[in-house]
């Protein structure tokens, strides 16, 4: 009897828990895929203006006056989309010398405190922040540049990749929270434990054979 029960009783568990590990997943890589692509249309316009930029000199001994403007937008926005990417990436850099070291318990305190410190540290970077936003309302600032553009348009998008980067950052620490007031220790310490050069070598390698795969006729027998 027992052997038949035991499955029974496990499997509406196994039927509700399941899913909820790759919904997580596939909601952060959505995230990411979103993030990583416009990070990827900032540089990859900037790169067309300073190439028109770079070819109207040559040729033409006229300049747009405007590309180092931009670029100086572009590498703005772009750090703070990237520091979203990093974080969702387990990219942020953190001494691990004695990590490994410690009992499960107590990887799963530190990798908490990582993620609730960054938190903080996100939501202080993104209210310092608005006050300038604010300042540059107040004075109506604009670039000291040829095109004069006002400041509260790049600062505005700015900001808001801020806002973005807070926002991941306080939904990890809160899931983090979760995960340590539930003693889930193992998923805690799965999810947001430093990224190992093991892990790191892993993900070189499966890139480069998706690069590989990518290549047709490369490799294949005739």
């Known amino acids: 009897m027992s052997e038949r029960t035991q499955p029974t009783a496990a499997s509406p568990g196994q039927a509700q828990g399941a899913p909820a590990a790759p919904r997580r997943a596939g909601f952060k890589t959505r995230v990411e895929t979103v993030l990583a692509t416009i990070f990827g249309a900032i540089f990859l316009g900037l790169s067309v203006i300073v190439t028109v930029e770079t070819a109207a000199r040559k040729l033409f001994n006229i300049s747009l006056q405007g590309a180092d403007e931009l670029g100086g937008y572009a590498l703005a926005v772009g750090s703070t989309i990237a520091f979203s990417l990093a974080l969702l990436g ?8 004695f990590h490994e070291k410690f009992p499960a ?4 305190l530190l990798n908490w405190i990582s993620a609730v410190s960054l938190a903080a540290l996100a939501v202080f970077i993104g209210w310092v922040a608005f006050k300038v936003i604010g300042d540059t309302m107040a004075y109506r600032s604009t670039a000291q540049t040829p095109w004069a553009t006002p400041l509260i348009i790049p600062q505005g998008v700015w900001y808001a990749g801020l806002v973005i980067f807070a926002l991941v950052a306080c939904a990890l620490a809160l899931r983090a929270t ?4 539930g003693g889930d220790i193992a998923t805690l310490n799965a999810d947001f434990h430093p990224k190992s050069a093991k892990e790191e070598l892993k993900e070189e390698l499966d890139d480069l054979a998706v690069r ?3 290549q047709p006729g490369e490799g294949a027998m005739p």
């Open 105 to 108: 318990r107590a990887q799963a």
């Open 90 to 97: 387990r990219n942020h850099i953190r001494v691990d010398v």
């Open 212 to 214: 590989q795969a990518a």
């Open 178 to 181: 979760k995960l340590l007031l």
